[in-house]
Each structure stands twice: as C-alpha cells, then as structure tokens.
C-alpha cells in the first residue's frame, strides 16, 4: 500500500499515517502513543517515562510535562502554593491539605502538644489565648518548625526587642554540647534543628531581649557561647554555612516613614554591611530592591518591603516577610561574643539613629555610612562592640575576613 505525502507516494516503511490526525508523516518522525503511531504536532513525549503522550493531555510537574499515569502516582499537589512536584521532595500534610517544604516552612508550624501541624494563621485550640506557655517538646534540640510563645527579657524604652539566631556546628561530642547548652539556657534561648547546618550541628534561638538586657544581664548566655567554643569544639565563623541572624521587632519603630529610613541604611550601605558581616552570601542578598524603568535603567525601590503581607523575597539581606519582626540575616555566623554583641550593637544603633532623622536631614546625606558611624562614636559607650570594630571594617576584603573575627 503506497501512501501520498507532499505530492509523492511512500510505501509504509518510510511513512505513515498519524493515528490522531491522519496526516502522513516520515515514519522516522512519528511516535508511539498507546498503539498508534502519531506525528509530533499531535503528540509529545513525557520527560519522566519518556513513553508517548497526547500533547493536549500533559501534566506539568516541576517544569516538565509528564503524562497522565506518571502524573498520578508519582506526584504530590502543594495545596500552598498550588503547584504539583515530584514524589522525592519532602511535603507534609496539614489538615486535610499536603504542603510543600518550602511553604510549610514558612507557613506552618507543629505542635508538640496534639502532635498535629497547623497553618501559622490557624493556631490549634491548646495554643489559644495561653501566653508564655514553655514548648513540651521533650527533646534536647528542637524541630526547627517548633515555635512555642515567647517571653520578653527586660525593659526597653522605645519597645525595641532583639532576638537572634545563631547557627553552630560541633567539631566535638554533640550530645556533650547540645545537653549543656540545652540546660544552661533554659527560659534564655532553645536549640533547634536546621538542615542547613547538618545533623552536627544546631542553632541557639534566644528569647527576645531588650538591647541592655543582652548588654547587661546576660552573663550566663555569652558564658554558654563561649564555653561551647572553647571545650566543645563549636565553630561557627570558620564553616561554609553558618550565619547569625537578628530579629527586630516591628513594634519599635515609630511608624513606616522610620522603617523606610532603617531599610535605606542597611541597603544603600551593601558595601560596608557586607563587610562588617563578613560575607557576601546569597541567603542574604542585597539586590532585592532594585528595578528597573521604562529605559531599563536600574531604579532603587523599598515600596514592596514596606507593605506588611506582601509576600517578598525570604533570602534577602532584610527579610520583611515576618509578621512581627524584621530579620537582618547578612551576618556571618560566630562562637566569639563580642562579635554577637557587635551585631546586636549595629542593629539597635540603626533602629535608633533612623528614629528621629528628618528628610533635610537625609537629604544632606545622613543614610551614608560616614554619618551613622559619627554617630556610633558620639554614643560609644551604648554600644561599645560595635564601637571596637568600626576602625576595622572599611579594610576588611569580604574575600578574606578571618581579621574581623577578632
């Protein structure tokens, strides 16, 4: 049997017909789909099975277009963010819903009370109306997800509360360190799990603290710290993934005209923030806040980082996504305290002197980084570790920074 194509008869080994829209095609051309043979406008392979498909009956999972068995048994849908991935990823399920890693890490949290996970926005009945409550978890080092009330230490006049997490890894007994540190900083901070750093490691999540709280009455804290450095074997600056990271609360800052001169220091100051941290890491990029005009001319911009439960960026140099705080994460990670005071230093002294800053004020340059540090030595004795490194860090090489380490 000769079959025409484009004019011209071929017998059936070199063409055929395609058994959805009966074209004929180059046999060569043609696909296996079920058992027909079709042409490739009508059919496409599965990037998973790679068996042959009806382009119009295609699934898409994680960019790939899977066919419909592949699609059922080896995929799960994240009711979060309304997207299918593949079987392999980690997903838990909330309710009734399935949820993706990533979303469940930013959105839910599991309670070790009825041992069920919940949304963030919908607490379980045994969480409601109880304050202060300590976390049962029994264990030493907590999931990462556990987030029980927290307490706040001390006074703060302007109602400014720091809380920080410090990620570690042990170069020596994990169960020694984690056991001592578990103990000695029972209602100050709590340990807990995050993949970033291994099994090896954990990160100290301190109670928020009022700045003078860390400054003055915190003995037992930077004694832990160092004591884990010093005869446990934790490391922190000199390991590829550990970062400190700083939670402020949103409930210190005056109003959003404040917040907007706070975020200006920190980003139009990448340079020196990156150098005093130690690192350029892209868990805590600075580019976040540009983008760009009609000409494709790059535009400074704050107005998405402003807007409370605009979903932004996580890994950024400020992660504004919090409900509560605002996470300065473009820290480098250190067991040495004064360098965890420095940063806690920098931190509130930021708050502070964008408080009261007018717009002439700004607009004579007062968000450069040569008027904050002026302002840093006129008020050096509020924040004296800070104070130590600011000679330091304008020659620091963000490429080679063991010497802030000091």
């Given at each position: 049997?000769?079959?025409?194509?484009?004019?011209?008869?071929?017998?059936?080994?070199?063409?055929?017909?395609?058994?959805?829209?009966?074209?004929?095609?180059?046999?060569?051309?043609?696909?296996?789909?079920?058992?027909?043979?079709?042409?490739?406008?009508?059919?496409?392979?599965?990037?998973?099975?790679?068996?042959?498909?009806?382009?119009?009956?295609?699934?898409s999972?994680?960019?790939?277009?899977?066919?419909?068995?592949?699609?059922?048994?080896?995929?799960?849908?994240?009711?979060?963010?309304?997207?299918?991935?593949?079987?392999h990823?980690?997903?838990?399920?909330?309710?009734?819903?399935?949820?993706?890693?990533?979303?469940?890490?930013?959105?839910?949290?599991?309670?070790?009370?009825?041992?069920?996970?919940?949304?963030?926005?919908?607490?379980?009945?045994?969480?409601?109306?109880?304050s202060?409550?300590?976390?049962?978890?029994?264990?030493?080092?907590?999931?990462?997800?556990?987030?029980?009330?927290?307490?706040?230490?001390?006074?703060?006049?302007?109602?400014?509360?720091?809380?920080?997490?410090?990620?570690?890894?042990?170069?020596?007994?994990?169960s020694?360190?984690?056991?001592?540190?578990?103990t000695?900083?029972?209602?100050?901070?709590?340990?807990?799990?995050d993949?970033?750093?291994?099994?090896?490691?954990?990160?100290?999540?301190?109670?928020?603290?009022?700045?003078?709280?860390?400054?003055?009455?915190?003995?037992?804290?930077?004694?832990?710290?160092?004591?884990?450095?010093?005869?446990?074997?934790?490391?922190s600056?000199d390991?590829?993934?550990?970062?400190?990271?700083?939670?402020?609360?949103?409930a210190?800052?005056?109003?959003?005209?404040?917040?907007?001169?706070?975020?200006?220091?920190?980003?139009?100051?990448?340079?020196?923030?990156?150098?005093?941290?130690?690192?350029?890491?892209?868990?805590?990029?600075?580019?976040?806040?540009?983008?760009?005009?009609?000409?494709?001319?790059?535009?400074?911009?704050l107005?998405?980082?402003?807007?409370?439960?605009?979903?932004?960026?996580?890994?950024?140099?400020?992660?504004?996504?919090?409900?509560?705080?605002?996470?300065?994460?473009?820290?480098?990670?250190?067991?040495?305290?004064?360098?965890?005071?420095?940063?806690?230093?920098?931190?509130?002294?930021?708050?502070?002197?964008?408080?009261?800053?007018?717009?002439?004020?700004v607009?004579?340059?007062?968000?450069?980084?040569?008027?904050f540090?002026?302002?840093?030595?006129?008020?050096?004795?509020?924040?004296?570790?800070?104070?130590?490194?600011?000679?330091k860090?304008?020659?620091?090489?963000?490429?080679?920074?063991?010497?802030?380490?000091?």
């Amino acid at each position: 049997m000769n079959l025409e194509m484009n004019g011209d008869y071929y017998c059936e080994d070199c063409a055929n017909a395609c058994g959805n829209c009966r074209g004929v095609h180059a046999t060569d051309r043609l696909r296996c789909v079920g058992d027909e043979l079709w042409c490739e406008e009508c059919s496409t392979e599965c990037q998973r099975c790679d068996s042959g498909v009806d382009r119009d009956d295609t699934y898409s999972v994680d960019g790939e277009e899977w066919c419909q068995s592949c699609y059922e048994y080896n995929t799960f849908y994240c009711s979060s963010c309304e997207t299918s991935y593949d079987n392999h990823y980690d997903y838990s399920s909330v309710g009734d819903d399935t949820v993706c890693e990533s979303c469940y890490s930013d959105n839910c949290y599991y309670c070790d009370d009825c041992n069920e996970n919940y949304y963030d926005d919908d607490p379980c009945e045994c969480q409601l109306g109880i304050s202060g409550r300590p976390c049962r978890c029994r264990a030493v080092v907590h999931d990462y997800n556990c987030k029980p009330p927290v307490t706040f230490k001390g006074a703060s006049r302007h109602g400014v509360y720091l809380g920080f997490e410090l990620e570690t890894v042990i170069n020596g007994d994990y169960s020694n360190a984690s056991n001592y540190a578990s103990t000695n900083l029972q209602g100050i901070a709590m340990l807990k799990h995050d993949g970033s750093i291994g099994a090896n490691g954990f990160e100290i999540v301190t109670e928020p603290h009022s700045h003078s709280e860390y400054r003055e009455n915190s003995k037992i804290l930077w004694d832990t710290i160092d004591t884990l450095r010093t005869e446990h074997g934790a490391r922190s600056w000199d390991t590829e993934s550990c970062g400190l990271h700083i939670h402020i609360s949103r409930a210190g800052f005056s109003g959003g005209a404040h917040t907007h001169r706070f975020l200006s220091l920190v980003y139009k100051n990448s340079e020196m923030m990156m150098k005093f941290a130690g690192r350029k890491s892209r868990y805590a990029r600075f580019n976040d806040v540009y983008t760009f005009d009609e000409y494709d001319k790059p535009v400074f911009s704050l107005k998405h980082k402003l807007k409370l439960g605009e979903q932004t960026e996580r890994y950024t140099a400020v992660n504004t996504n919090n409900r509560d705080t605002l996470e300065l994460r473009f820290f480098k990670g250190t067991m040495n305290t004064s360098g965890v005071l420095s940063a806690l230093d920098l931190a509130q002294a930021m708050v502070e002197y964008t408080r009261d800053l007018r717009l002439d004020d700004v607009k004579r340059g007062a968000l450069s980084w040569d008027w904050f540090a002026d302002y840093v030595v006129q008020n050096n004795g509020l924040y004296p570790d800070l104070y130590m490194r600011l000679n330091k860090i304008s020659g620091v090489d963000i490429n080679r920074p063991a010497e802030l380490n000091a």
